[in-house]
């Protein structure tokens, strides 16, 4: 008998960068922006409250109310536009949330299976100073983890990243870095991946159990992993039983690979056991 492959990505304890394809970015860059003993004076944040811009500099970010801002730039639709706003609603923070591109909703839907506390759109506007002069950025998102942990996120397709594109995440990786955030840069993602979390999205709201089925199949996996296939056969409503173990998949009650495309031979375990999800 064949040992079972051992899980590229486990969709119980993930976390967004086993997710995705990351931007490595250029050591020497760093170089290129002025760190000495007195920066976090000099670089700012400004922040938006209740419509009014509010300027912090580095060295006071830990007082800003972070959750009770509002974007610093508007989202607009208008005809002709080369990029695809619009508005994603998330299970996990119970509303919609806005994005400027299809690889920004993408970053929100995986963002949401990891069951964020907040995110945050357009977040505010980092006031860098390099050694040619300043600079500003705006990054993506800040999203607030379960654990309490922040990920501070650009998205841009690789092919897309310029100097000066770069040059203002590697401020903004020294700004997280600074506040033991996290700072990623997306620039696509692990093969299948999207894939699969768009399919297990489909059951992403709550789904009543009048029969049992979800009880069923945890326990069917009580003992150890079984074939997507062979589990929903376990239970007294096979047909039924698929849209709950989808449904148990996103809510991360029960698990599998991410790397590899979903199909009734896919591999399934227990999630409820699982150490360190984020």
Known sequence: MSTPTRPEIRSDVCHLTAL???FTGDAALRHQLVLDENWSRRWS???LFDGDEVVWPMRDLESVPVLGSQP??????RARQRHRPGLQFMVSTGRHHGFESLEEQRLLLALDFLQVVE????PFRLDFEHKAGRGQHIPDFLAVLPDGAMVL????PAARIEEGDALKFAATGELAAAYGWQYVVVTGWRPHVHGVLDHLSSQRRPLKDQLGVQRQLLDATADGPVAFGDLVERTRLPVVARAHATHLLWHRLLATDLGRPLGDASLVWSGLDAPGRR
């Open 72 to 77: 610093v730039r508007r989202f607009t639709w």
């Open 20 to 22: 995705i394809d990351p």
């Open 153 to 156: 996120a650009d998205v841009r």
């Open 119 to 122: 995110v945050l759109p357009q």
């Open 45 to 47: 944040t400004m922040w």
